[in-house]
């Protein structure tokens, strides 16, 4: 029973889509409709500007935050489940049942997650894809070295098993999330960061 209230609260925690709810809240738009049509702080950025974005990166970073936060009040010696409740609320913001399932990618939400459950590793991954994104101005390459890199860290630095296959699954679903960004990114259509405030 706790395993799933666990879970259970992470995903709907994680369904809370911030980037719908700022949208409407400073446009009245559903931000699914423009731009890239997802649900995030890049997306969010390109239509909406800075301040809404960082609202939204902040908002999604937290639940990754509060999501760990209820699982260690539930189940304070077991370390595993505060993973699935980080890994549940990545999942429910990539598919919000609040919001048809059509979400984000969850790199914000992994932020938070990562960061608490596998800091070194998270913040050295974190340097890099600053690095990158500073260098590259591609938000999704700097997604998925962060998650990618984090786990290779967890790996280098020889933390838990658990931690290394968790950190795997993170990855492997920012990949999943990321497809279109890959097949963009193989084909030279990808957009970069900075190309201002879309009109809507």
């Not at 429910?92 to 800091?119: D, E, K, M, S, Y």
């Not at 190309?195 to 809507?200: H, Y």
């Amino acid at each position: 029973m706790k395993i799933l209230i666990i879970a259970l609260a992470g995903y709907l925690l994680g369904s809370i889509s911030s980037s719908v709810l700022i949208a409407r809240w400073f446009a009245g738009i559903d931000i699914r409709e423009y731009g890239s049509g997802n649900a995030g702080a890049t997306n969010t950025l390109r239509v909406l500007g800075p301040r809404a974005a960082l609202l939204v990166l902040a908002a999604d970073i937290a639940k990754g935050l509060v999501a760990i936060a209820v699982a260690v009040g539930l189940a304070p010696d077991q370390k595993a489940l505060w993973a699935l409740a980080g890994l549940c609320a990545i999942i429910g913001h990539n598919w919000p049942v609040f919001f048809g399932f059509r979400g984000g990618r969850g790199i914000a939400t992994a932020i938070g997650v990562l960061v608490t459950l596998v800091p070194v590793p998270a913040l050295l991954a974190g340097l890099c894809a600053l690095i990158a994104l500073a260098a590259f101005r591609y938000v999704s390459v700097a997604s998925l070295l962060f998650t990618a890199l984090t786990a290779v860290f967890t790996i280098v630095l020889r933390y838990s098993p658990a931690d290394i296959w968790f950190s795997i699954a993170v990855a492997a679903l920012a990949v999943w999330r990321h497809r279109d960004n890959i097949g963009r990114l193989l084909r030279g259509e990808e957009h970069r960061l900075g190309r201002g405030k879309s009109s809507f």
